[in-house]
């Protein structure tokens, strides 16, 4: 699919993307695009559009390199679809210095948070250098919108692990408060990528390489992108900091499977000794001797019953004392 923009007062505007009009765009996004539309789009702006397979390469230099007279920047994108599992994807960032020419398969909020933005209020997008700062802060912006929900939930997880110790109340199971640490440290590993990539492409564009490089990126603002790499060391520093609180929440949890693991065992053992001595005891007066005179006495039955009542009484007294138990 392909949404094309064009500038109108400092803002951004839709409009037809017909194969003259295009070259009149600041900002094309291509949404998983077909084959003919990414023919339509190399014929009318003379751009290679890289293919999904292209996009998908790990290299640096495969990711940000200038080709034809643009810029080709790929990064990583967190996409969180509702009720479904966060997603990560690659974006390419076509740069000329008319336009911005986006391609992605997959569909991250901040790009429909973007073209909302652009298109009610004047961001200053007038050519592909302004476009691709302002979208770039954007994502940038939910990157951190998304680090601090995540923060809030890893402080109600720790809550979760510590009750779930507790011998009543609600507490979570641990199965599911382990399934949350794991989708916390998914998402969270997905987020330093995503910022690895973007930290990457705002290293290209502040020392650009190449003649071609330095023309197409002269006159780039300077001051934002300064910003922009501030923004982004400090969520990469937030990020690590969630990582190890995870790693901690994942060791605590473990602990207290072992704990609980623990009490299972010593509550097994203590019953075990508690019906030992009551054991013994039957065993005796269940053996067949002739000479045993107990046997004869009226009260012999009641008598092995209160010595197997105290033989167990006892043992489980000295563990409440001892506060075994």
Request: with cysteine.
């Given at each position: 699919?392909?949404?094309?923009?064009?500038?109108?007062?400092?803002?951004?505007?839709?409009?037809d993307a017909t194969?003259?009009?295009?070259?009149?765009?600041?900002?094309?996004?291509?949404?998983?695009?077909?084959?003919?539309?990414?023919?339509?789009?190399?014929?009318?702006?003379?751009?290679?559009?890289?293919?999904?397979?292209?996009?998908?390469?790990?290299?640096?230099?495969?990711?940000?390199?200038?080709?034809?007279?643009?810029?080709?920047?790929?990064?990583?994108?967190?996409?969180?679809?509702?009720?479904?599992?966060?997603?990560?994807?690659?974006?390419?960032?076509?740069?000329?210095?008319?336009?911005?020419?986006?391609?992605?398969?997959?569909?991250?909020?901040?790009?429909?948070?973007?073209?909302?933005?652009?298109?009610?209020?004047?961001?200053?997008?007038?050519?592909?250098?302004?476009?691709?700062?302002?979208?770039?802060?954007?994502?940038?912006?939910?990157?951190?919108?998304?680090?601090?929900?995540?923060?809030?939930?890893?402080?109600?997880?720790?809550?979760?692990?510590?009750?779930?110790?507790?011998?009543?109340?609600?507490?979570q199971t641990l199965?599911?408060?382990?399934?949350?640490?794991?989708?916390?440290?998914?998402?969270?590993?997905?987020?330093?990528?995503?910022?690895?990539?973007?930290?990457?492409?705002?290293?290209?564009?502040?020392?650009?390489?190449?003649?071609?490089?330095?023309?197409?990126?002269?006159?780039?603002?300077?001051?934002?992108?300064?910003?922009?790499?501030?923004?982004?060391?400090?969520?990469?520093?937030?990020?690590?900091?969630?990582?190890?609180?995870?790693?901690?929440?994942?060791?605590?949890?473990?602990?207290?499977?072992?704990?609980?693991?623990?009490?299972?065992?010593?509550?097994?053992?203590?019953?075990?000794?508690?019906?030992?001595?009551?054991?013994?005891?039957?065993?005796?007066?269940?053996?067949?001797?002739?000479?045993?005179?107990?046997?004869?006495?009226?009260?012999?039955?009641?008598?092995?019953?209160?010595?197997?009542?105290?033989?167990?009484?006892?043992?489980?007294?000295?563990?409440?004392?001892?506060?075994?138990?």
């Amino acid at each position: 699919m392909i949404t094309a923009y064009r500038a109108s007062g400092g803002r951004l505007e839709q409009a037809d993307a017909t194969a003259d009009a295009l070259r009149d765009m600041v900002w094309i996004d291509l949404e998983a695009p077909t084959r003919d539309e990414e023919t339509a789009i190399e014929a009318a702006l003379g751009l290679d559009i890289p293919t999904r397979e292209d996009m998908q390469e790990i290299e640096v230099s495969s990711r940000l390199y200038d080709d034809r007279g643009a810029l080709f920047l790929t990064a990583q994108v967190v996409a969180m679809p509702d009720a479904r599992e966060p997603e990560i994807g690659p974006v390419t960032f076509v740069l000329t210095p008319e336009r911005l020419v986006t391609v992605r398969y997959h569909t991250p909020r901040s790009m429909v948070v973007f073209a909302d933005r652009v298109t009610s209020q004047p961001m200053g997008c007038t050519d592909g250098r302004s476009t691709l700062l302002a979208l770039l802060e954007t994502l940038v912006d939910r990157l951190a919108d998304i680090l601090e929900g995540e923060s809030r939930k890893l402080e109600l997880l720790s809550r979760s692990i510590f009750e779930a110790h507790r011998p009543k109340g609600k507490a979570q199971t641990l199965a599911v408060i382990v399934q949350r640490i794991g989708r916390a440290e998914d998402l969270n590993g997905k987020i330093s990528e995503s910022l690895a990539t973007i930290q990457r492409i705002l290293g290209f564009l502040s020392i650009p390489s190449g003649a071609a490089a330095m023309a197409m990126l002269k006159g780039l603002d300077k001051a934002r992108l300064k910003t922009l790499v501030r923004d982004v060391k400090s969520l990469q520093e937030t990020a690590g900091t969630q990582e190890r609180k995870i790693l901690f929440q994942l060791d605590a949890t473990l602990g207290v499977i072992n704990i609980r693991q623990s009490d299972i065992i010593k509550v097994f053992s203590v019953v075990a000794f508690v019906f030992l001595p009551p054991t013994l005891i039957a065993s005796i007066y269940g053996m067949n001797f002739d000479v045993m005179p107990e046997i004869h006495w009226p009260w012999g039955y009641p008598m092995a019953l209160g010595l197997m009542f105290l033989s167990a009484l006892i043992p489980w007294l000295i563990f409440r004392w001892k506060k075994l138990l």
